[in-house]
């Protein structure tokens, strides 16, 4: 995946800019910054959520898989049911080994609604492993999770760059994932650098 001089904003406010970096099959970069400064902007315009301000993102749609929160999760909908439909949806994944992967064998019969927090955090990661896509995208993956559940986390990501895939991190803890850092305060848009509606902002030195 790569980002070509990228230039993003939320609610029409730009917010970073001269962003260019690739990130090659079988890696990981991590997105690190102060709450506020744009990581979820950036993940939505790499994934095609939004458009970008300037620059380009290759490749987009359908290599890309964006999650790792229980958004689109069906509530009535039992743990397995859900990885059912996201399966069948995307066309294809072992719904036995998601659940494994994941600790949720046991809780497969209970209704997403039910679910504790790190537990629907849970199911939300083990979506990703049924996509069949090989960009994941993560915004905060290990918020609710415990201990253990952030090791197979990690694990999960080590098997998918292991696979040739990609992963794309937006977090504030150290998730032990061997990745590049992209320190996002170095490409922040200074504030009075915009005028109207035109783009003018600049990176931070
Ligand atoms: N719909 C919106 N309209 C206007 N401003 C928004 C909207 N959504 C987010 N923002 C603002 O855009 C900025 C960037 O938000 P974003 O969620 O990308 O930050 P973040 O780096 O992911 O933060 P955090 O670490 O807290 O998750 C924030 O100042 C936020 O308040």
């Given at each position: 995946?790569?980002?070509?001089?990228l230039a993003v904003a939320r609610g029409g406010v730009p917010l970073l800019a001269g962003l260019s970096f690739d990130v090659a099959p079988g890696s990981a970069l991590v997105l690190t910054g102060r709450n506020g400064i744009g990581k979820t902007t950036l993940l939505r315009t790499l994934a095609g959520l939004q458009p970008p301000l300037v620059g380009e993102v290759t490749p987009g749609g359908d290599r890309?898989?964006?999650?790792?929160?229980?958004?689109?999760?069906?509530?009535?909908?039992?743990?397995?049911?859900?990885?059912a439909f996201w399966a069948k949806m995307h066309g294809a994944g072992d719904i036995a080994a998601a659940l494994e992967?994941?600790?949720l064998?046991?809780?497969r019969d209970r209704a997403a609604q039910h679910l504790s927090a790190g537990q629907r955090r849970r199911l939300g990661l083990a979506r990703m492993l049924l996509t069949g896509r090989p960009?994941?995208?993560?915004?905060?993956?290990?918020?609710?999770?415990?201990?253990?559940?952030?090791l197979r986390f990690a694990d999960a990501?080590?098997?998918?760059?292991?696979g040739g895939g990609i992963a794309v991190l937006a977090s504030h803890v150290?998730?032990?994932?061997?990745?590049?850092?992209?320190?996002?305060?170095?490409?922040?848009?200074?504030?009075?650098?915009v005028q109207g509606d035109v783009f003018a902002g600049e990176a931070v030195e």
């Open positions: 995946m790569a980002a070509r001089d890309i898989a964006y999650g790792a929160h229980a958004d689109g999760m069906k509530g009535t909908l039992t743990v397995a049911e859900n990885l992967a994941f600790q064998s046991a809780l960009i994941w995208l993560l915004d905060e993956p290990t918020v609710s999770l415990d201990r253990d559940s952030v990501v080590r098997a998918h760059l292991g150290d998730l032990g994932i061997e990745a590049q850092v992209l320190e996002l305060e170095a490409f922040r848009v200074r504030p009075g650098t």
